[in-house]
């Protein structure tokens, strides 16, 4: 959408160490959803010259910083790290400015960074390889990781922060270099990353920012020979182009994709604990989270009695600009991701679902001016529907009944995606037939699909992921290859 509104900061590409204009000349506005008359920032709309000088920067840049030690790279990743820390409260309005979610989840977020980024810190000092006996009692063989060279890196804008930082801060600390396209609904915020990386005298070209297009500069980086890994999270139709391309011209690549992220209440559940963390994992950040949860399957002996508590709490979420105090609920990040949310409710409601409560657009007062949906539960919901099926990326829970526990995983498991699922039990037999038959990536007991811990692998099964792993012990994985040395002595 554009806006003019001419005192709106100016943002530009990193390229090489330096700030600078789209050689396109051509800008974006990046505006708040929460009131589409402040604009949060003008930013580049970059073309294909801008990544060439951003590829041929980090080429060059890859020579020396391949050559560091690791703990050197880690040196100067603590550095960011604390300049992060030090801009949290700035960095954190930024994103709530720019994509909706409330203060103090943004604030969470961007806590999260910081710890990202000190772990892959630590990752500098940690082992990249192993020796194994050779055959030749006097031979010495052994592995050693070996950066990938220039990594593509292209992120969504549902977590500008934490996902730019789980895939920015590996892919250097294993001495690669970086080209980073960010979501252009969160520019800015990427911006002040790039800041802080500069303030903390990163070597140039060692990471370089393009704001642009998906279909330009994404498509770019996943066509560009320049380019030896890409690094993608965001939606399964763009990720399918991007491996499509990647595999055409031999790179590596590495896809997190959508989600439909089942919660199992079985009737012997703590009923306030599952009430509280399906609407925790379905409405935070207005259900834009991969990990959110979107079916709600219940035994039918407790059904009645868990929907009613949920519509009871869901009722009473207040929502609004998520830099209030008061607010818990923002709204959908964009004027299209909203119309998205609000043609599924429609699509649920023709298909034969049974709207709860919500279902609107709120345009009350103030809330005119953004892009708010209520908090909307369904219920009779089949698996050939629509909200069944497909990712809404909103607030918006299907609530399914189920006969039995056999039954309530197979209708988890009825899904393209497998990314999470929870179970609400105190039934250890339970716990143990769901682990076993669950497919899903993370698969949780007591708490809700949403969220994850950095120090753990992360990522989803079927067409949730390219069946590869990011974060924890992982990341080593995707960002470097393996080398395997053999000495004859
Ligand atoms: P998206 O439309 O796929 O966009 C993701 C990124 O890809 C953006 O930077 C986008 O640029 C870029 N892009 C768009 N078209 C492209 C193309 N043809 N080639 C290369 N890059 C292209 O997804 P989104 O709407 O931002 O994010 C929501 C999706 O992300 C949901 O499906 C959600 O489940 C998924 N997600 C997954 C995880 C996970 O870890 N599994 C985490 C968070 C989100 P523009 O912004 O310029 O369009
Ligand atoms: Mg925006």
Redesign the pocket.
């Known amino acids: 959408m554009t806006v003019t509104q001419t005192t709106a900061p100016v943002y530009r590409n990193y390229i090489n160490g330096e700030w600078k204009e789209s050689a396109t000349g051509n800008t974006i506005s990046s505006i708040n959803p929460a009131n589409r008359h402040d604009v949060v920032g003008i930013v580049p709309n970059s073309g294909k010259e801008d990544l060439d000088a951003a590829v041929a920067a980090a080429t060059a840049a890859a020579k020396t910083w391949s050559k560091m030690s690791g703990p050197a790279r880690g040196q100067l990743l603590y550095k960011v790290a604390n300049i992060l820390e030090s801009r949290l409260d700035e960095i954190a309005e930024t994103m709530t400015r720019e994509m909706g979610k409330t203060l103090p989840e943004a604030k969470g977020e961007t806590a999260r960074g910081v710890a990202l980024l000190r772990y892959y810190a630590g990752e500098g000092s940690r082992k990249i390889g192993d020796v194994i006996p050779a055959t030749d009692a006097a031979g010495f063989m052994f592995t050693v990781r070996v950066p990938l060279g220039v990594v593509g890196v292209?992120?969504?804008?549902?977590?500008p922060v934490a996902?730019p930082m789980w895939k920015i801060a590996p892919a250097l600390i294993y001495g690669n270099t970086v080209v980073w396209?960010?979501?252009?609904?969160t520019a800015v915020t990427a911006a002040k990353l790039a800041e802080c990386f500069h303030e903390a005298g990163l070597p140039a070209g060692v990471l370089n920012l393009i704001i642009?297009?998906?279909?330009v500069?994404?498509?770019g980086?996943?066509e560009h020979p320049g380019i030896h890994g890409i690094t993608?999270?965001?939606?399964?139709?763009?990720?399918k182009?991007?491996s499509q391309a990647a595999l055409a011209r031999g790179a590596k690549y590495q896809l997190?994709?959508?989600?439909k992220n089942p919660v199992i209440v079985a009737k012997d559940a703590d009923l306030e604990l599952a009430v509280n963390a399906t609407i925790s994992g379905a409405f935070r950040s207005t259900g834009?989270?991969?990990?959110a949860t979107s079916r709600v399957i219940v035994e039918k002996e407790i059904y009645p009695a868990f929907k009613e508590k949920l519509l009871e709490k869901t009722r009473e979420l207040k929502i609004g600009d998520g830099m209030e105090a008061s607010t818990w609920l923002g709204p959908c990040a964009s004027e299209s991701?909203m119309e998205t949310v609000l043609s599924y409710i429609r699509k649920g409601q023709e298909e034969g679902a049974r709207l709860l409560c919500g279902g609107r657009r709120l345009q009350e007062g103030k809330l005119a001016d953004g892009f708010f949906v209520e908090p909307t539960v369904f219920e009779n919901v089949t698996p050939d529907m629509a909200i069944f099926r497909e990712?809404i990326?909103g607030p918006v829970i299907a609530l399914v009944q189920a006969e039995n526990l056999e039954e309530a995983i197979r209708l988890a498991n009825d899904s393209v995606y497998g990314?999470s699922a929870s179970i609400f039990t105190r039934d250890i037999g339970n716990v143990l037939t769901f682990f076993r038959d669950m497919d899903a990536g993370l698969v949780r007991v007591n708490e809700e699909t949403a969220g994850v811990e950095l120090q753990a692998p992360?990522?989803?099964m079927k067409q949730?992921?390219s069946h590869s792993r990011?974060q924890g012990t992982a990341a080593i994985e995707f960002y470097t290859a393996v080398k395997t040395v053999y000495i004859k002595g």
Not at 212 to 215: A, C, H, L, V
């Open positions: 292209i992120t969504p804008w549902n977590f996902i396209k960010p979501a252009t609904e642009g297009s998906g279909s500069v994404g498509q980086i996943a993608f999270t965001g939606s399964n139709g763009v990720g182009r991007i997190e994709m959508g989600g834009q989270k991969c990990t991701q990712e990326f990314l992360f990522g989803g949730s992921s990011e």
